[in-house]
Structure formats: C-alpha cells, structure tokens
C-alpha cells in the first residue's frame, strides 16, 4: 500500500531529525560519564565521618577507602586508553560503566572497611576505562572546528564534578532516606549508570586502525612506576614518610 502524501514530509522532517538527535546524544552520554567518574572522587569526602562510625573503623582506614579510588584510577589511565584504542572505545566505555555502576553498588552494601576499600579499588580500574575512551570519541567521532567546542563541554563537566561532588554528597546526607546515611552516596551513581547504558546505542564504536599487539609488559611497567609516584602523594603523609 502507498504511502499517504501528507506523512511524506513528516517523515523526511523525523529523518532530518535524527542526524541531529544522535550526536547530542551520544555527547551526553559522554558528558555523563565523566561526570560521574569525576564526582565519585570528591562526594565520598564528606560522608568519612559516617563511614568511619558506620563501620567502626579507624581514622586511616576511611582515608584509604578515599585515595584507594584515586590510586586504582591514575595507574590504570593508559591501560585504559589502550584497551579501547585495540578492542573499541565504545565497548571499553561501556564496560567501564556498567563495572562502575555495579561497584557503586556493591560499595553501598558493604559491610566493614576492607571490603569497600577493595571494591573502591575496582570501581578506580572501573573509571580508568571510562576517560580516555571519552577523549579518544571526541577525537574520532567530532570534525576539528567543533572539538575545541567539545572539549570545553568536557572541561566544564569534570569541573562541575569537582565543584558540586562535595555539595551533592551533603545535600544526601542531610536527606538520609530510609536511614541509609553513607550508603546513599555511592547509591547516588547507581541510576546515572543505568541512564548511561540505556543511551549507548547512540555512540558509534570506533577503534584505533593500528591493531598491532597489546604490550601487556610496558603497560604494567607504566602502571608500576604510576603507582611508586602517586602512592607517596597520597599516603606517605599517614605513613610519616618524610617530605
């Protein structure tokens, strides 16, 4: 049967449309995740006085429950970024979420201060695999007029992280549904990541065309010497370790 003539130019104005649709929202997508990835460092600070009475643990060990995130985070930076130069950006970055979105989770249910530091340190390799996938899309996926455009967004959604993190994390304790006190912090990335994942079919996968061999032992090298720089930064003040 053909079509009407009348939902001919309703249906050129809806395939117009989706060229335009498509790269909003896969911006969002990546916007979003860096977001989340970048708030998770700073919304934790304020709930350590609740974990600590929470878990009854120690000064030191709630400190550790914090860096522990951000140390898993710098050293696995460029194995990130290589894992999705080599297998896909998409897939990296959606892998990267859904691990974050479930160690987000699973931070909110545990039960004594070793086990959420653990979980901390996979949510950290969790959000290594989200942030170079984001720059390397923006890289593949936008022409060079519009990425200083692109990459000002992107500025400005990890500066809005480090800004409002704080603010975000004591507006939920301060609300403190159901009782959950700190738990609801780490609760707070749980719907963001779904949202995330519900969007995904609108990134386009794109791969680095150089498929050579993965050097599994100069990124351990790389992540190795990482760590013996930022483990220092962040701990050796608990350590005592002199300046």
């Given at each position: 049967m053909n079509q009407p003539v009348n939902s001919i130019p309703a249906t050129l104005a809806q395939a117009a449309a989706e060229p335009r649709q498509r790269p909003r929202l896969m911006l969002a997508v990546m916007l979003l995740s860096v977001f989340?990835?970048?708030?998770?460092?700073?919304?934790?600070?304020?709930?350590?006085?609740s974990i600590q009475r929470g878990l009854h643990a120690d000064f030191y060990g709630v400190q550790f429950v914090v860096s522990a995130y951000t140390l898993s985070y710098a050293v696995a930076l460029i194995i990130g970024g290589r894992l999705g130069?080599?297998?896909?950006?998409?897939?990296?970055?959606?892998?990267?979420?859904?691990?974050?979105?479930?160690?987000?989770?699973?931070?909110?249910?545990?039960?004594?201060?070793?086990?959420?530091?653990?979980?901390?340190?996979?949510?950290?390799?969790?959000?290594?695999?989200?942030?170079?996938?984001?720059?390397s899309l923006i890289q593949a996926?936008?022409?060079?007029?519009?990425?200083?455009?692109?990459?000002?967004?992107?500025?400005?959604?990890?500066?809005?992280?480090?800004?409002?993190?704080?603010?975000?994390?004591?507006?939920?304790?301060?609300?403190?549904?159901?009782?959950?006190?700190?738990?609801l912090v780490f609760f707070f990335s749980v719907p963001i990541g779904l949202i995330i994942l519900a969007m995904a079919p609108f990134v386009p996968e794109s791969r680095d065309s150089d498929r050579s061999r993965m050097d599994w032992f100069g990124a351990a090298v790389a992540a190795a010497g990482l760590l013996l720089l930022v483990y220092p930064l962040v701990q050796g003040q608990k350590e005592g370790w002199p300046a």
């Open positions: 989340m990835a970048v708030a998770n460092i700073f919304i934790i600070n304020v709930a350590t006085p130069d080599r297998y896909g950006r998409r897939k990296m970055l959606l892998i990267g979420v859904a691990g974050f979105t479930l160690t987000s989770l699973l931070c909110g249910i545990s039960g004594s201060v070793g086990v959420l530091t653990a979980i901390r340190v996979l949510q950290g390799f969790s959000a290594a695999l989200i942030s170079p996938q984001v720059l996926q936008y022409p060079p007029e519009k990425r200083g455009m692109i990459f000002g967004l992107y500025g400005a959604a990890q500066g809005l992280a480090a800004s409002t993190g704080q603010l975000i994390g004591g507006l939920l304790l301060g609300w403190n549904p159901w009782h959950l006190d700190w738990r």
